[in-house]
């Protein structure tokens, strides 16, 4: 499963990729085919365990940062140069699928391993990382690690981000299952950042394409939504007297979904977590809280979208004689990845002879924050059918094999060979 053809500096491995990836997905393999790693829980910490093993036998120095990012690094010929660096996520949906993030995390691994195998050095050392949390399943907003990392949160924001129960902090799961580092996180100079993953969308494999050169990501704006109305009999309480906010809040979300295909091109809005105070069949809802999640790849139009969306909560609350509550927890604007690093994989694909074409990132990555201190890029490969953060994900070794290759002809166009 090698990549064989002319223009290679190292071959990757397919074979060896697809055994790692196969052998981390036991951890936490669920009934329906997928994983099931949430951050910073027992499985996660199984996972990290695994890497930092494989870590240690590819010969990398393991160090763990402050925000538990593990960060295995590959010493250069000019130890002091800016590292160029790679990873993605071990962290999972409660239902995801094997592939997103830890392809990125083992196709890093897999660079480092070719590299040995062929007898390379390169002339900037190479990092691999396994970001912290990037799914936000348990701690509410999701690439927080990567983010303090590059400067985007403060590390005590990051630390003390309570989880959904409010029963715990970040910081304080990190120190349970013993990945509270004391490296620093980030604050030194790397000289690029490539992250390789599945597309999560049909595009690629609609067009036949194996590689997607990234363009940048689309902006997001993250909101929660607090329906207030009154709890009452679900006997007695006459339909006419009712204030139901799960009823109110059912419209909005309605109203919401139908409110994206008002623009061009489309908005993605998303209603995702749901909680429905007291939760009761003979109860009328007293207090609904939601997600909300709208992006867009145009920041103006994202800001026009997000107040159309408050104004539409607004009357569809009164329409229904509840109250409303609408909070932004968390926005980004969308990202350009450096015109340099985009090329770098255009170019890599190109001599490698593997179809490639440009793509937009729907979805949010750690890439997005390193963007904001160092060249970044990133490197898609296709997913089955465009599903993600499902059970079902599914990509082919050759794909993967292939994005892993552009990956390694990549990181050591821009390392140089020692
Ligand atoms: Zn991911």
Redesign the pocket.
């Known amino acids: 499963m090698a990549v064989t053809v002319a223009g290679i500096t190292a071959p990757v491995n397919g074979d060896r990729l697809w055994r790692s990836l196969m052998d981390m997905a036991e951890i936490g393999a669920t009934a329906g085919g997928g994983v099931g790693r949430i951050a910073l829980s027992d499985l996660d910490k199984a996972s990290r365990d695994l890497f930092v093993g494989w870590c240690r036998e590819a010969g990398l120095a393991v160090r763990i940062d402050r925000m538990g990012n593990i960060i295995g690094r590959r010493a250069g010929a000019d130890d002091d140069a800016p590292p160029v660096v790679t990873g993605?996520?071990l962290d999972s949906q409660p239902l995801g699928g094997k592939f997103?993030?830890a392809y990125?995390v083992l196709a890093g691994l897999e660079v480092v391993r070719a590299l040995n195998d062929a007898g390379i050095t390169t002339r900037a050392p190479l990092e691999i990382v396994d970001w912290t949390d990037?799914?936000g399943v348990r701690f509410t907003a999701g690439v927080v690690a990567s983010g303090v990392y590059a400067g985007q949160f403060d590390l005590d924001y990051g630390l003390n981000l309570p989880d959904r129960e409010d029963t715990t902090t970040l910081g304080r799961e990190l120190a349970r299952i013993g990945y509270d580092g004391d490296a620093p996180c980030g604050g030194y100079p790397i000289s690029a950042f490539f992250e390789a993953?599945i597309e999560?969308g049909p595009i690629l494999e609609r067009e036949g394409a194996v590689i997607g050169a990234v363009l940048g990501a689309q902006g997001r704006r993250c909101h929660t939504i607090t329906v207030t109305g009154e709890e009452g009999h679900a006997g007695t309480l006459p339909m006419t007297l009712r204030r139901d906010a799960l009823v109110g809040a059912a419209r909005m979300i309605d109203g919401l979904n139908r409110l994206a295909f008002d623009f061009d091109p489309l908005p993605v809005i998303t209603a995702g977590y749901l909680q429905v105070r007291p939760n009761s069949r003979n109860t009328v809802p007293g207090r609904v809280t939601f997600s909300v999640d709208i992006r867009h790849p145009d920041n103006a139009l994202l800001a026009d979208i997000c107040a159309r969306a408050e104004s539409l909560c607004r009357r569809l609350a009164e329409e229904a004689g509840v109250a409303v509550e609408i909070a932004e927890m968390f926005g980004r604007d969308s990202v350009a990845f450096d015109p340099d690093c985009v090329e770098a994989v255009r170019a890599a694909a190109k001599r490698l002879d593997l179809v490639c074409r440009d793509i937009h990132s729907g979805?949010g990555?750690d890439a997005c924050n390193l963007a904001h201190i160092a060249p970044t890029g990133m490197i898609f490969v296709p997913c089955k059918d465009g599903i993600s953060h499902n059970e079902r994900e599914a990509a082919t070794p050759g794909d993967l094999a292939a994005g892993c290759q552009v990956l390694l002809e990549a990181m050591v166009a821009r390392a140089g060979i020692a």
Do not use: L, M, Y
């Open positions: 993605s996520h997103d993030g990125g990037e799914e993953h999560q979805a990555h």
